[in-house]
């Protein structure tokens, strides 16, 4: 079987949802311990990338509390899990979260933010 140069092959998108950049400040608790600071970077309904200093193990699930605007007198709460982790250049950590067992007023809450930057 005759291969392909690594040019000629396309690495297409995996998402299964749109993802929009997000700069919104978000905490995190795993179980009953004292709250995680960190900030959000993207976001989608499946979905979001955290920046945080604490390091948290792929596979941990999450309870995230966030704003998605400075002026959204809305606070969600979402579950979501640690599917991947990334070291960032300021030499803290880039988390991608899948959401999981979502409310629907907040899916559709996200979802509005997130055709509104689109």
Do not use: C
């Not at 920046?51 to 193990?57: C, D, L, P, Y």
């Not at 809305?74 to 982790?85: F, H, I, K």
């Not at 067992?101 to 979802?111: E, F, H, M, N, Q």
């Amino acid at each position: 079987m005759k291969r392909l140069p690594e040019e000629a092959v396309v690495h297409a998108e995996q998402r299964a949802h749109p993802r929009v950049s997000a700069n919104f400040p978000l905490e995190f608790h795993i179980g009953p311990g004292p709250a995680g600071a960190a900030a959000a970077v993207n976001i989608s309904v499946g979905g979001l990338m955290m920046h945080s200093a604490q390091e948290v193990a792929v596979g941990t699930t999450l309870a995230l509390r966030f704003r998605l605007t400075q002026s959204d007198g809305q606070e969600l709460t979402v579950r979501s899990r640690v599917v991947a982790r990334q070291r960032a250049a300021d030499g803290a950590f880039h988390y991608n979260l899948a959401f999981f067992g979502v409310d629907s007023a907040v899916r559709s809450r996200i979802a509005e933010f997130v055709a509104a930057a689109a």
